[in-house]
């Protein structure tokens, strides 16, 4: 399927990465950031409010290199582009119409449309003032939506807004694709955010693309363990390989311990690397008495820093004997007999669910 936004090896300005996206038709991309500038900047190229440093944007196979905003047929929802606050409701939607120069009468039938499809209706005639928060995104939303753009920007629309707010404005978001048939590209620097899209995830650390896919691509299969980190939320831990068999790779670690991961691309034996591991992939066990804590071969010997009740999970902090920090996560009901912040614990996994990774030059 021909995609409906390509981005080709797109830069912002000639000192950073280039980024390569495409979003098919009917689709939603969520880019999720370290940072929020680089993402608005991103979406100023592709809006036409500042010029590409190198690369394409294409919009249905045209690119758009040297068309400004007007000529384009993209959408941006930008808290740097604000609402008419000496317009009604129904002016502010009516505005990049009329601007269009559409008829009287097709402009008044979108409009009724559009308000109808944001959940608007009924306040065709209020002020801007007298619209909460929620509902000023959803103008916005309207008013880029109106006439009909194959693409439409949503420059983190979520910031700020009540956890009310925020889910019914993502129910509605996540209808957008389908309503106009086109594209959706939304940026946030919050992951679970992104996550209840149920979305691809475009993952940036600051202006740098690190991943695209599925929340279970980059939860399963990182690309590196910066993405491992980012978006797991991956414990990371040094360590030298010190041999790999069957896809596993026996692990030194520099608290002493030896453990096993899956062996990542590039990994082989005597480099540095990264063991990562996520919070839920950690099963902490606790001596039922003290000094009976044996020295189980592929765990990591530990002491309990921190216990917090989070609602929907207990987060463990674990110190290692070189004071590395490690996290853990246990279901709110499962009690762990023995378990006393700073009492003695070790820490296992399955191999499989720990990712061993080569250490990057820039790391070491």
Known sequence: MTAVLRL??????????????????????CLLGTR?????????????????????VCVEERALGGLGPPARPVGLVSPRDPLFGHLSVRDNVAFSLRARRRSPAETAARV?????????DG??????????AA????????????????????????????????????????????????????STTRREE??????????FDGPSLLQTGTAADLLDNPGDDGVAVLFGEANAL????TDIADDLAQVHLSCGADVEARAMPGLEPGVLCRVCIRPDRIAPLFPSRPGAMGEDEGTLAAHL??????????????????????TAHRPPIAALPGMAVGRPARLAWQPGHALAFPIRAEMQ
């Open 8 to 29: 080709e090896a797109l830069r912002v300005t000639v000192h950073v990465p280039p980024v390569s996206l495409g979003v098919e038709p009917g689709g939603l991309l």
């Open 36 to 56: 929020p500038e680089p993402l608005s900047d991103l979406l100023d190229v592709i809006a036409g409010h500042r010029p590409a440093a190198l690369g394409r």
């Open 112 to 120: 009724g449309q559009v308000m109808a499809m944001l959940g608007l």
């Open 123 to 132: 306040l065709a005639d209020r002020p801007v003032a007298a619209l909460d």
């Open 135 to 186: 509902y000023r995104v959803r103008l916005m939303l309207a008013r880029a939506v109106a006439f009909g753009p194959a693409v439409l920007l949503l420059d983190d629309p979520l910031a700020g807004l009540e956890p009310g707010a925020v889910a019914a404005l993502t129910r509605v978001i996540a209808r957008l694709p389908s309503m106009l048939g086109g594209a959706v590209v939304l």
């Open 194 to 203: 992104a996550l209840a899209f149920g979305a691809p995830i475009a993952l």
């Open 238 to 241: 040094r360590g030298v390989v």
């Open 305 to 326: 820093a921190d216990a917090a009740h989070l609602g929907t999970r207990l987060r463990l902090r674990f110190r290692l004997a070189d004071g590395t920090e490690v």
